[in-house]
């Protein structure tokens, strides 16, 4: 461990010796990663004589940190530097590297993802990024509904004239004039059709919001669409907002702020809104900020919009980031396996693919694949290699929380003149309940005139090992139990067999059970 008087750092985060609510940054050679603060995101360990304030290394962090670095820990506030020496995270040798593909830095944002912050963009990527976020308030404003700039892109032009430096991307809303929550979603999904059809890439996190993709030349930026709207008195704006104090005046009529030069749509007091997203203190830049959303407002806003949300927070930075990249290219062993119990021209589709390297590598074997899985990132990457390779895949998102898209893929799937495998490694261990019912919905859609599901999966018996990816969320499966709900759902099973020895992968032999299912009617 790397001391200093007045904070340490080691392999499992920074300790400072208050609890005090400062904010505290941290620097990776002379370059700002990441900040905490102590008050909020610390907790207490006993360590004698030493700073006892634990901040964890954020989970998105954690891959990069090989090697050595010079790392500075110094409060925001005051200057007064806390830590300023190297530390070694390993013996590898090497220095750490928090950057990527591209080589540029990369940040911690409020959610815990790594990003590549605005700071580091080009004015190219800057522009394409302001002309997007004018044609889709354009085309909010067009649909009928009042479009403004919010949150930290609203925050950078009232503060700055210009994006915060630390953040990623842009933020918009609308104020709906409907006062019911299921109307609310049913006017969210209509402006999403409206983007799609406008030829954007779009990503929903909950039924109240949205993300619009801006493609450009460094990899990309996205505009978030929120919902503001007003139920029982209460003012919401989704994702975090909730306002007893919030009068339609605050945004309406709408005005004007200055963004990079432009004059973009904005909401007739900026500055009273800013105060209600984020409190008084607005004014004074804080990247370890965090929304403190009263418990029943979140409990409503969980109720009333995020159902289909599929643990975003675990495999959304997974699939972004670095992370991705130390999932093995070659296939599993299961994709052999099943290879070897069909014919070349089965066609397959992959749900949950991944990275897609079994979807791929069944292509190359010939097969007429499609691959799916929650994560944009990970199909469109997908996507490009099978298409440099010119082979018979596409992929596509599918979240399986959303039974309206079960029902599309269930429908596309069914409608084929040939019922085609389903195959799903490792799988059903990462979805909750709901995502498995509708899996098998799924299934009794797409084989009800043959074809077989093949499935993989961890078992009870591999809750207590340790395992290679690190923890998180995992449903660990009994095998009769999986049976039980197949039968249930009108399913039959024709093998399953479970032990060690079918997934192994560098030093963990997991228990898992291989099932094959049919649903023919």
Same mark, same amino acid.
């Given at each position: 461990?790397?001391?200093?008087?007045? !904070?340490?750092?080691?392999?499992?985060?920074?300790?400072?010796?208050?609890?005090?609510?400062?904010?505290?940054? *941290?620097?990776?050679?002379?370059?700002? *990663?990441?900040?905490?603060?102590?008050?909020?995101?610390?907790?207490?360990?006993?360590?004698?004589?030493?700073?006892? $304030?634990?901040?964890?290394?954020?989970?998105?962090?954690?891959?990069?940190?090989?090697?050595? @670095? $010079?790392?500075?820990?110094?409060?925001?506030?005051?200057?007064?530097?806390? /830590?300023?020496?190297?530390?070694?995270?390993?013996?590898?040798?090497?220095?750490?590297?928090?950057?990527?593909?591209?080589?540029?830095?990369?940040? *911690?944002?409020?959610? #815990?993802?790594?990003?590549?912050?605005?700071?580091?963009?080009?004015?190219?990527?800057?522009?394409?990024?302001?002309?997007?976020?004018?044609?889709?308030?354009?085309?909010?404003?067009?649909?009928?509904?009042?479009?403004? &700039?919010?949150?930290?892109?609203?925050?950078?032009?009232?503060?700055?004239?210009?994006?915060?430096?630390?953040?990623?991307?842009?933020?918009?809303?609308? &104020?709906?004039?409907?006062?019911?929550?299921?109307?609310?979603?049913?006017?969210? /999904?209509?402006?999403?059709?409206?983007?799609?059809? !406008?030829?954007?890439?779009? %990503?929903?996190?909950?039924?109240?919001?949205?993300?619009?993709?801006?493609?450009?030349?460094?990899?990309?930026?996205?505009?978030?669409?929120?919902?503001?709207?007003?139920?029982?008195?209460?003012?919401?704006?989704?994702?975090?907002? !909730?306002?007893?104090? /919030?009068?339609?005046?605050?945004?309406?009529?709408?005005?004007?702020?200055?963004?990079?030069?432009?004059?973009?749509?904005?909401?007739?007091?900026?500055?009273?809104?800013?105060?209600?997203?984020?409190?008084?203190? %607005?004014?004074?830049?804080?990247?370890?900020?965090?929304?403190? =959303?009263?418990?029943?407002?979140?409990? +409503?806003?969980?109720?009333? /919009?995020?159902?289909?949300?599929?643990?975003?927070?675990?495999?959304?930075?997974?699939?972004?980031?670095?992370?991705?990249?130390?999932?093995?290219?070659?296939?599993?062993?299961?994709?052999?396996?099943?290879? #070897? +119990?069909?014919?070349?021209?089965?066609?397959?589709?992959?749900?949950?693919?991944?990275?897609?390297?079994? !979807?791929?590598?069944?292509?190359?074997?010939?097969?007429?694949?499609?691959?799916?899985?929650?994560?944009?990132?990970?199909?469109?990457?997908?996507?490009?290699?099978?298409?440099?390779?010119?082979?018979? @895949?596409?992929?596509?998102?599918?979240?399986?929380?959303?039974?309206?898209?079960?029902?599309?893929?269930?429908?596309?799937? @069914?409608?084929?003149?040939?019922?085609?495998?389903?195959?799903?490694?490792?799988?059903?261990?990462?979805?909750?309940?709901?995502?498995?019912?509708?899996?098998? +919905?799924?299934?009794?859609?797409?084989?009800?005139?043959?074809?077989?599901?093949?499935?993989?999966?961890?078992?009870?018996?591999?809750?207590?090992?340790?395992?290679?990816?690190?923890?998180?969320?995992?449903?660990?499966?009994?095998?009769?139990?999986?049976?039980?709900?197949?039968?249930?759902?009108?399913?039959?099973?024709?093998?399953?067999?479970?032990?060690?020895?079918?997934?192994?992968?560098?030093?963990?032999?997991? $228990? =898992?059970?291989?099932?094959?299912?049919?649903? +023919?009617?």
């Amino acid at each position: 461990m790397a001391e200093h008087r007045l !904070a340490t750092v080691d392999g499992d985060g920074v300790s400072v010796g208050s609890a005090a609510p400062t904010v505290v940054d *941290v620097l990776f050679d002379d370059t700002w *990663v990441w900040s905490f603060q102590s008050g909020r995101d610390t907790r207490r360990v006993w360590r004698v004589g030493s700073p006892n $304030h634990l901040a964890t290394w954020p989970q998105s962090l954690r891959p990069y940190l090989r090697g050595t @670095a $010079h790392v500075t820990v110094r409060e925001r506030t005051s200057a007064r530097t806390l /830590f300023d020496d190297d530390y070694a995270f390993d013996d590898s040798g090497g220095r750490v590297s928090i950057v990527d593909r591209a080589g540029r830095p990369l940040t *911690v944002d409020k959610a #815990g993802d790594l990003q590549c912050a605005f700071a580091e963009r080009g004015q190219a990527t800057i522009d394409t990024l302001l002309d997007a976020v004018e044609d889709v308030l354009g085309r909010l404003t067009d649909a009928g509904v009042d479009a403004f &700039l919010a949150y930290g892109a609203l925050l950078g032009a009232v503060r700055e004239g210009r994006f915060i430096a630390h953040d990623s991307d842009a933020d918009v809303a609308y &104020l709906s004039r409907h006062r019911t929550p299921v109307e609310v979603m049913r006017e969210s /999904f209509a402006l999403e059709r409206l983007m799609i059809e !406008a030829s954007y890439w779009t %990503w929903r996190f909950s039924a109240g919001d949205f993300k619009v993709i801006v493609p450009d030349a460094e990899g990309g930026r996205a505009i978030d669409v929120f919902a503001g709207f007003v139920v029982e008195d209460v003012f919401y704006l989704l994702p975090e907002v !909730a306002s007893t104090t /919030f009068r339609p005046e605050v945004v309406l009529p709408l005005g004007k702020v200055e963004l990079h030069g432009r004059s973009i749509v904005a909401p007739n007091n900026p500055e009273a809104l800013l105060e209600i997203t984020y409190g008084p203190g %607005w004014r004074v830049p804080d990247p370890s900020f965090k929304f403190d =959303v009263p418990r029943w407002a979140r409990h +409503r806003l969980d109720g009333w /919009f995020r159902g289909n949300d599929g643990n975003h927070d675990h495999w959304w930075p997974f699939y972004f980031g670095q992370s991705q990249k130390s999932v093995p290219t070659e296939p599993s062993a299961f994709a052999r396996w099943v290879d #070897g +119990r069909e014919s070349p021209d089965t066609q397959i589709v992959d749900i949950g693919t991944g990275t897609g390297r079994d !979807a791929l590598w069944f292509a190359r074997q010939g097969h007429q694949v499609l691959g799916l899985d929650y994560v944009p990132a990970a199909t469109e990457r997908a996507g490009i290699l099978a298409d440099e390779e010119g082979l018979p @895949a596409r992929f596509k998102t599918l979240n399986l929380y959303d039974a309206r898209q079960v029902l599309g893929i269930g429908g596309e799937l @069914a409608h084929r003149d040939e019922a085609p495998v389903l195959y799903g490694r490792f799988l059903i261990h990462a979805l909750q309940d709901a995502g498995r019912k509708n899996l098998w +919905r799924i299934a009794r859609m797409a084989l009800r005139r043959g074809g077989r599901f093949y499935l993989e999966f961890r078992t009870g018996l591999d809750a207590d090992a340790e395992h290679e990816f690190g923890e998180h969320f995992r449903r660990y499966l009994e095998p009769d139990a999986v049976v039980a709900e197949i039968e249930e759902a009108g399913g039959r099973v024709e093998y399953c067999e479970a032990g060690h020895g079918f997934a192994v992968y560098k030093q963990e032999d997991p $228990h =898992v059970c291989r099932l094959v299912a049919t649903w +023919r009617l």
